[in-house]
């Protein structure tokens, strides 16, 4: 499956130590991240992320990727108490809802989806929109 992660810069440090807790599921997968995210942890766990745009603009990239179905799980953890900055979030969350695809904005609701992926409860995912 091809998985999205992406972090507020508050929530990076979270990301990270999720990313290490899980990294023997998430080594299974296909991981893509914005530019920063993906650096951090690509360097933490020696996974193999491959890296967007910084920012807004790695957001919009992994948005194409949603759009256009190529995205399978996004993990987006969100900075609740950060003032702007959730039109991103809110773009992709709606994407996600288009598509079909699970979308956790924090690391509760990623934890459950994870879990879920190692024992094949998103299996329906390969089913319903197969990789070429």
Known sequence: ?????????????????FCIAYCGILAKHELCATSTTGKL???ATGLNVHTYLHSAQGCQQIDARIAYNEI????????????????????????CDQRQIP?????????????????GDLDWRDIVNPKK
């Open 1 to 17: 499956m091809n998985i999205a992660l992406i972090a507020h810069d508050r929530k990076k440090e979270l990301m990270v130590q």
């Open 41 to 43: 942890i690509s360097e």
């Open 72 to 95: 399978d799980l996004v993990l987006f953890f969100c900075d609740a108490d950060r003032e702007n900055g959730f039109d991103e979030v809110n773009k992709m969350a709606r994407l």
């Open 103 to 119: 979308f956790a904005s924090n690391v509760a609701t990623a934890e459950m989806l994870i879990l879920g992926l190692s024992r």
